[in-house]
């Protein structure tokens, strides 16, 4: 991923020294959830770039309910913010809420906070709708000189909103989830590397692709990983990489051949010029 903006990263780190103190006090204080979205308000302000006025949609309505607030990016709905009081711990039946909100919209993402505690979701557009848990920040935890730190912050920014920062990011994880390299690990490609290299140690020993998967599902990948929904999912999603990457590569060698830079697989081969024999000097 790109650097951030040294714009951007001084004001994320002033925005960390300043409201750690701000949410610490406003916690042993106990404010209520009315308060606490004036935090969090000032903190989408003053720490992620976003305009009060402009940018800031509080109590924005969604058939006939609402949520917290919405941010809205080059007037488009970007995020929705469903806020709970600081000193509520976060809960998995909060997000619901939120997730509905979203999904009438038809807005990819939703934040669950108390000020503290952020937590992005992706919304999964399926029957029934769900959610994936993207990432998670603790605010009060944060360093203000952690490139990490920043680079964290900065997906809720304005700048990395309006850049696709969160979408990169989640192709990221999802590329290295246990479900992804499950799936990976399962695909012809791998199995067929794997049968070459396992012919190769042990000479004379027919091993069978199927033999393979069929021991990697039994013995070394755990269920979870290769059975469900979420596996299903990254399996289509390996699948559909790998078909993408062979018509790139078919239509490389297309062009290829059509422009003569490389001779057709079944044209004749040329035969190279043979060294003419010497004549014997007198």
């Known amino acids: 991923m790109a650097s951030i903006p040294n ?8 925005g960390i020294k300043r409201f750690q103190p701000v949410l ?3 916690k042993n204080r106990d404010v209520n959830e009315s308060d606490t979205v004036i935090i969090v308000t000032d903190m989408l302000s003053d720490v992620f770039g976003y305009d009060k006025y402009s940018d800031i949609t509080s109590e924005h309505a969604i058939k006939g309910t609402y949520c917290d607030l919405a ?3 080059e007037d488009k709905l970007r995020f929705l913010i469903e806020v709970k009081a600081i000193g509520l711990e976060l809960k998995d039946a909060y997000v619901k ?3 509905d909100y979203g999904a009438n919209q038809g807005v990819e993402w939703v934040v669950l906070t108390n000020g503290i505690h952020w937590r992005i979701y992706r919304i999964v557009f399926a029957q029934p709708i769900d959610q994936e848990l993207v990432a998670e920040i603790d605010f009060s935890t944060l360093l203000h000189k952690s490139d990490d730190h920043l680079e964290l912050l900065y997906l809720l920014t304005k700048e990395g909103i309006c850049k696709c920062w969160l979408d990169d990011y989640h192709a990221q994880k999802q590329a290295i989830n246990r479900f992804s390299l499950a799936a990976t690990i399962l695909s012809e490609p791998l199995l067929d590397s794997m049968r070459r290299e396992l012919r190769r140690l042990s000479p004379g020993i027919k091993i069978s692709v199927e033999e393979i998967e069929s021991a990697l599902r039994k013995e070394v990948l755990k269920g979870e990983v290769v059975e469900g929904a979420k596996a299903d999912e990254a399996r289509k999603r390996i699948a559909k990489m790998q078909n993408k990457l062979l018509r790139k590569t078919a239509k490389a060698e297309d062009e290829s051949v059509q422009t003569g830079t490389v001779p057709p697989s079944n044209s004749p081969e040329i035969a190279p010029p043979q060294p003419q024999p010497s004549t014997p000097q007198s």
Do not use: G, H, S
Request: charged share 20%.
């Open 7 to 14: 714009k951007v990263a001084t004001r994320l780190a002033a």
């Open 24 to 26: 610490i006090a406003a």
């Open 71 to 73: 941010i809205r990016c």
């Open 97 to 99: 809420q939120a997730i």
